[in-house]
DNA sequence: CTAATACTGCGAACACCGTTCGCAGTATTT
DNA sequence: AAATACTGCGAACGGTGTTCGCAGTATTAG
């Protein structure tokens, strides 16, 4: 509060002018983010595709915006204009999807959920810091003995993970929502 | 910490003499969560069995120590000597799968961040104030007519959630874990 | 053009937090 | 019995989000 005042060149009192409180202003961004999100993509004729296009751009928020994921912790996840836009729109998508509407609500959450997760994961190997002093840690609590597997699988990976990681969350939710929905048996796949 | 000294009938700064910092006894505390998972549990011959069991564990004591969730959001996830030997023991279970040691050290991460997102979403049900007047304002928002595929989904799926969520748990990751080892195509079923 | 009214910016202060300092009081060793 | 170490902790520091009340400035009314 008080460094967002000095950036706007102000007091920090001047701000509960504009917003009742800090939380409310944090929902507000929150929603502004929601806004970024372009629900104009022309539709690829799969609700897969598209779907799966949608989390991706979600995951790229969270990226942009870290502070967004350690906000949705919070108690009950407030949906602001822009983010009913966004589930209503995720909904649209899976229109044509099987499943019951109940599948459907908790396949968006999931999404969204899988979006920050995968988001956080990418920006912890940014952050988070000196991975080799971590790694240099853990390799020496191996050493000790206690951890056959650990070591093991240290003494195998220790080059860095070769996978992309945008490649595997894609992969993930191609697997992931099929399954969700139907029994995972009979699901469509758009022949168009 | 205030608090804690109180329910200790101590004064907040005798805390210090114990622990160098509040982060630092939340590193305790999550470590000792983490050794309330039992390794011991007997195989059941097929590693995915196995994991999903830990898994399992893991969703429960993130469900019976909310505090924990927020606090894997903290930079870097120190690893604790429990949590080591929890990371040993899964990839023990992972011995037998197939794929490269990279991608199990990958398969444990998710399962952990999978096993917080469910117990996050199973919380939300019971805390998160009054889920009626939540579901009150959505239907008011849907109400307005901008958002069709919301509207329709509500008026479908008024009912609770009849879907067991521990059920949706194992489901997912018996879907997902194969398929994030091998390409999906190959894995073997382990028969006895 | 003046007077009343509304709105805005914000310095000062409050309550709370994690944390540190230094001092009594108590054990432990010598 | 004296010196030394360790423990508990009141008081205070710097930080936070937030509120109060007062100036200063628009806006409206007479």
Redesign the interface.
């Given at each position: 509060m008080r460094a967002l005042a000095q950036r706007l060149g102000t007091g920090p009192a001047s701000l509960y002018r504009y917003v009742g409180s800090r939380d409310e202003l944090l929902d507000l961004m929150a929603d502004a983010v929601a806004d970024e999100l372009d629900l104009s993509v022309a539709s690829a004729g799969d609700w897969l595709d598209d779907l799966v296009g949608l989390a991706r751009q979600s995951k790229a928020a969270h990226v942009r915006h870290p502070w967004l994921?350690?906000l949705n912790?919070r108690?009950?996840?407030v949906?602001g204009?822009h983010a009913?836009?966004y589930?209503?729109?995720a909904?649209?998508i899976?229109?044509p999807a099987p499943g019951?509407?109940?599948?459907?609500?908790?396949v968006v959450?999931?999404l969204g959920?899988?979006a920050v997760?995968f988001a956080?994961?990418e920006s912890?190997a940014t952050?988070?810091?000196d991975p080799t002093a971590?790694a240099a840690h853990?390799a020496a609590?191996a050493a000790e003995g206690?951890?056959?597997?650990?070591l093991?699988?240290?003494?195998?990976?220790d080059?860095p993970?070769?996978?992309d990681r945008d490649a595997?969350f894609v992969?993930?939710l191609r697997?992931?929502l099929p399954?969700?929905l139907g029994q995972?048996e009979q699901f469509g796949q758009g022949e168009s």
């Open positions: 994921a350690d912790d108690r009950g996840e949906l204009p009913i836009d589930l209503d729109h909904l649209g899976l229109a019951t509407a109940g599948q459907k609500l908790e959450g999931l959920g899988l997760l956080r994961r912890a952050s988070s810091g971590r853990l609590v206690r951890h056959p597997h650990l093991a699988a240290l003494k195998t990976a080059a993970p070769p996978t595997q992969r993930l697997r992931l399954a969700m995972g």
